[in-house]
Every structure is written in C-alpha cells, then in structure tokens.
C-alpha cells in the first residue's frame, strides 16, 4: 500500500472517529435527544469527547441549543449573518469560549437553563483548569508516534488532521450551511441544504431540514439526500450502543 493510500485511510478513520463524537454523540445525542445514547454510552462520550475532540461536550451542546433558539438573530453564537463567512471562524470560537465560562461559573440563567438536563455532568476538567490546550497536545504527540513508527511524517499529518477537523467542520456547517444553498421548508431563518457540506460533514449540511425538524434523528428528507450521520446512527444502534427514535424522522 503506497503511503498516499495508507495516508488516506488514516485520514478517513480518523475523521469518522471526530464526526461520531460531533455528530452523532454531540449533536443527535446530547443536544436534542434525536437519538438515546445507553447510559455508559452516553458516559463514555461524556468524559471521553474532550480528549478526542478537543470540545467539552457540554459547551458544544449549549452553544448548538442556543443557536437554534436565537437562529440567525443577533444572539445567535454563529451565524454569518452577524459575522460575515469568513468572520464565522472567529466568532464561533469567541462564542464557545464565552459560553463555557458561563458554565463553570454558573452566572448566566439563560444558558443554566437551557442546560438544565446536562446537570449530570460538568464542563470537562480540562476547562475547568484552563489547561484546554492539553488534549491537542495529546493529540500532536499521537501524530508524532505515529509518523516516527512508520517513517512518514504524513500518515501523522494526516492523523491529526482527521482527529481534529471539527473546527473546519463547524465553519463549513455554521456558514455556508446558513449563506448558500436551497430551502425545502420556511424555518423563519437563513438555514439552508448545502449538498456538499452534507456530502463532507455526514449530512450536517442539510441544515433547512434540520432546522425544520430538530427532533429528527434523520437531516435528509428528500429521496436523492443522503445523510451519512444516520448511517453511523444506525451502525451504533445495530451494536447496542444507541437507540432510534424513528418515529421521530420527519418526511
């Protein structure tokens, strides 16, 4: 196997590994219930995500619940029609940043109580501290094992990469998935279906349909969509893992 393709592979398992976490643990899961994670499931994600990912699980999901309540309005904590696409990147991370200090200190009764259900854990230990460079570091030294293993610093490269493409991810889905595309449904916001977000970011692209059906464990709705997130769901619920509500997938 030429290191290209071997780089690939790594790239790919790596990248299905962070859009599990977001996707599927973060977004479907925590967020809004679409799907029930099992109990030591649902642990597992909690106190694992942030290693992983480099997100606390609990600012991501706060952040995501207040911007559907305030979608594409000057409270909104990311949506280009405040900042702009590229300014995007920016904001989401100030807001994110914001947010969990919110958390840890417990000062704000909007996001208190829009995080009411998550009372059963808290922000990740690597926020609380501020040491939140830690798990990237983690990550970077798993990279470097990796390429001096195998005598190719791109098979590193193209770990971390994967391992750490959710803030791409989040700039594609927070703006373009908001700027650019087409509406299946009136939601009252710029919400739009950006096929080739949903194509790169497994089905997050489909954000008219999402913001048209929150609670659908399922983004896509038209025959020709395709929602590769469902498929992880539906892979982790034929392991036990997870389970689906599907009377919940909106048509």
Known sequence: MSVYLLAAVIFSIAYLVNITYITVFYHRGLSHSSITLKPWTRAFAVHTGVWVTGLDPKGWATMHRLHHKYSDTPRDPHSPTNHGIFGLAF?????YQRILVALIKKDDPAIIAISKDFDDFEVSWVNRKKVWLVPYVIQVFIACCIAIASGASMLGIAYFTGIMSHPFQGWLVNALGHAYGYQNFKTGDHSRNNTLVAWMVAGEGYQNN?????????????????????????????MGLISIQYDSIGH
């Open 210 to 238: 999402h913001h048209h059906l929150p609670g659908s464990p399922k983004f896509s709705v038209k025959w020709w969509e395709v929602d590769f997130g469902f498929g992880i769901c539906r892979g982790l619920a034929a």
């Open 91 to 95: 904001a989401q991370l100030h807001a």
